[in-house]
């Protein structure tokens, strides 16, 4: 296993779109592991492909308090979605930013383990935001798309200088 650098706004390459994995084979078995050592060593609870540069729908997660219950979700869909809630979110491809975002509280969700096998299972809680922001990645989007037009140029603005400062 090895670490994947993780892509920082305002890469232009975050808002590409993933295609579809079509054989889950060991490279992708590959790639889920080294996305699940990049994610934990970042620190984070989600990670999606188009982060590190992998423009396939492969997205891993653990929400556990412990650490130790990984998630590989393959081509994941969110099937159904009800509710509304309010929660701060950040992002590993936008450190250092944070602000509240309204996502579903409840999902029905479909994907491939790391097997090739298609599972289903309900999220709520974390694990519901966690799916809904993984999979913005997955369609180029970043939880800032989800900010009003102010906070979002605002947010801009500040994300774009300090990366001219840490470049």
Known sequence: MSKLNILQYPDSRLRTVAQPVKVVDDRIRALAD???ETMYDAPGIGLAATQVDVHERVVVIDVSDERNEPRVLINPEILKAEGTERSQEGCLSVPGYQDTVERAEWLHVRALDRHGASFE????????????HEVDHLNGKLFLDHLSELKRKRAHRKLTKQSRLTA
């Open 34 to 36: 080294d996305m699940l």
């Open 121 to 132: 299972f309900e999220a709520h809680g974390l694990l519901a935001i966690c799916v809904q």
